[in-house]
């Protein structure tokens, strides 16, 4: 059941089943742990649903209508909790033939959403010196990627230009130079 | 290639991990990963709630990087407020129409490796933030949500939701997380990893749910929900009849829309699909069989059939009890049970014209309707 829709009992019936179930899954020792506490749960939830089951029974097979006892065991005194059984059986049974009959198709999801530039990629360019190198890169194309970052996200107040040059070996470095010493 | 995009940064890496080994042994792993995180607060009108909501914040164990407050062309005094409080008020240009949107508004501003998605009406407990952060120690995790209590218990509709959610985050999510499969990440307080996020498109609004929307989008690309039943926070629920048919018309709306919309991609989901296919299937079965089945079996053949509505008293009783009694609230607990019947005929009432509306008139819901 989530908040918001309406439960006829199939749900609650499967989220039962599947705490029931949880010791025999195979998982670490920190989730097991915690699975202890669920099972009981669900053991104490399962014996409260068959109490009251037999409960309202009695109460309603003493007391119908006109002094006459009624059934509410379902047809042919099938007990409702067969009843639920099937139905969720039935329920899950469609949703796994669909998956073998339609197979997967993955949703479409909407255009990415470009990213800013991560906190933690930012250039600390040293406050006592006139230049230093904030890349090297194997391309021209990557450096002046990461230049044009550079310059919007952290030399944005002018005093530092970026300069891309090429170095003597095969790699592009991406300087940034105080104005003053470029002046 | 960049050689410092590939050097440095592992380097920094290595040094990173050096330091997250360190802290993990000192046990502020946690703070290491709350100091990457952003907080996105999408509001329009919130100016009574908001305070609390940028207060409960700031007062974290591991209080975020950076909090944004998305004044979605607000006509009070919601962005005045949030800035006073020392937070980031961002505007879009004009009303983005929907949570979604004003979230994914901000998105894009978001420089770190984590967000938070938080509602303007929410506060958290002060190790909220500390607590969910940890399951990103695992990189297949790209979204995980809290425990949900409403702050306010006081009418019949916030001690039925009141109710509800201890059901449903004691027992049902619980089971959930064990089998990887949360069916929701709540929108009202989740963490998610930036690039992910950013690379599904942020929250979307062709839904009305935009979080089962992102939920499902995240399970369908193989990423792992997690639910952290620790981190627990305080929305304001609905108080009167006419708040909660908002919210539970958005809500129904978008349980289908989601459904519609995901199906195809939730069947190589394992778990889910059963879990989809069962709610549902509730969903279209319950509503007419409660509002219409069970009175008619009452009327014509015999009153017992009343019983009907409060059968499952037990199996909803012993989960919220049991949550109410770890939160210390068993007194609240029991005055409320009651309560809980009247909202599931409400949610019976609105699902039911949603599945109408949405499958049968073909009339989707398009307008996002604040409520709570």
Redesign the interface.
Known sequence: MTAGVPGLGLSGLFALLSALVLPALPRGSRRRRQVVPLFVLALVITAAVLGSWELISALVGTAGRDGKAVSISGQAGVPILVISLTLMCAVIGVAETLHLVVGLTPTPTPEAIPTACRRRDRVRLPQHRQWAIVARCDDLDAAVQRATQVRAMDVSDGRWRVVVAATGSSEVAVYARRVSAVA | ?????K???CA?RDRRDGAREHRRSSGSLRAVLAD?LTVIVPAYNEADSITDTVKSLLSQTTPP?RIIVVDDCSTDDTADIASDLGVEVVTPPTNTGSKAGAQ?FA???????YVMAIDADTTLETNAIELLAEVFDDPTVAAASGFVVPRHVHTVWERG?YV??L??FS??K???D??DKP??SSGCFSIYR??V??????W?N?TMAEDMDLT??LY?RGWRVRFVPEAVCYPIEPHSLAFLSK??RR??HG?VQNVR?????L??QR?L???????F???I???P??LIGLPLLAWL?????L?GYV?????V???VL?GARRRGEVRTAMVSLVSYFPL?LA??W??LRAVVTELVLRRPLLVYEKGH
């Not at chain 2, 996020?197 to 942020?202: A, D, M, R, T």
């Open positions: 290639m960049e050689k410092t995009e050097a440095r940064p920094r990457e990087y994914t998105l894009r501003q978001v420089e770190t490796d939701r509800e959610y059901y449903s027992f049902h619980r089971v959930q064990h089998y069916l929701i930036t690039d996020l950013c690379e599904i498109g942020g979307s062709r499902w989008s369908e919210q539970l809500w129904s349980f919309l995901h199906w195809r991609g069947l190589g778990y699909r059963s879990v989809v296919a069962i709610g299937f509730d969903a079965v319950a509503p069989l409660t053949v015999n009153p017992w059939f019983l059968i499952d008293l037990p199996v009783a012993i989960p049991v599931r949610n019976c609105f699902m």
